[in-house]
């Protein structure tokens, strides 16, 4: 009975926890981006990142250890056909075990394509939708091994193309 007990405890205090992590973790992030290029909630230690050679377009920020989220709107563009492109440059550019898949990212059907480089140790994860307001949605994570889940969660659970 005192295990069933402790237990029980245990779980209560866990959630509680759990709870105020998550709490704090809202409460500590900032919403960035913009109407046109989607909008995601980064924690508070996030910076915008200036890419040597940027996209038009781009928006980026980083966690300061080479995390990086890239938000990027097309006109025009259709997102398979531009996932192909991608797929073949990141190819070209030496980026391994390249995966594409067909996934839903906050209700959209996305196309996504991910892989690895290994000379650099970065992830990256790509998503191209069309959204409902007609731009092509290009969302970029990236990352070494040690944070690309973190990075990738970022997009998952907090990217919006509304306000």
């Known amino acids: 009975m005192k295990?069933?007990?402790?237990?029980i405890i245990f779980i209560f205090l866990t959630i509680i926890l759990l709870g105020a992590l998550i709490a704090c973790e809202?409460?500590?992030g900032k919403k960035v981006?913009?109407?046109k290029h989607g909008y995601i909630t980064i924690p508070s230690t996030w910076v915008q990142f200036k890419d040597v050679n940027p996209a038009p377009n781009m928006?980026?920020?980083t966690n300061g250890n080479r995390g990086i989220i890239t938000l990027v709107y097309f006109e025009g563009l259709d997102p398979q056909e531009g996932l192909g492109n991608l797929w073949?440059?990141?190819e070209g550019e030496g980026a391994q075990d390249i995966?594409?898949?067909?996934?839903?990212l906050k209700g959209e059907q996305s196309y996504q394509i991910h892989g690895y480089y290994q000379a650099e140790d970065i992830y990256i994860v790509i998503w191209m939708f069309e959204r409902t307001d007609g731009y092509t949605q290009y969302i970029c994570a990236e990352g070494p091994l040690n944070d690309i889940s973190d990075?990738?969660?970022v997009v998952e659970n907090t990217f919006e193309y509304k306000k």
Do not use: F, M
């Not at 295990?3 to 237990?7: A, D, P, T």
């Not at 995966?99 to 839903?104: C, K």
């Open 3 to 7: 295990n069933k007990l402790r237990k």
């Open 26 to 28: 809202k409460k500590d």
């Open 33 to 35: 981006g913009s109407d």
């Open 59 to 61: 928006l980026q920020y």
């Open 99 to 104: 995966v594409g898949a067909t996934v839903e």
């Open 88 to 90: 073949a440059y990141h």
């Open 151 to 153: 990075v990738v969660k």
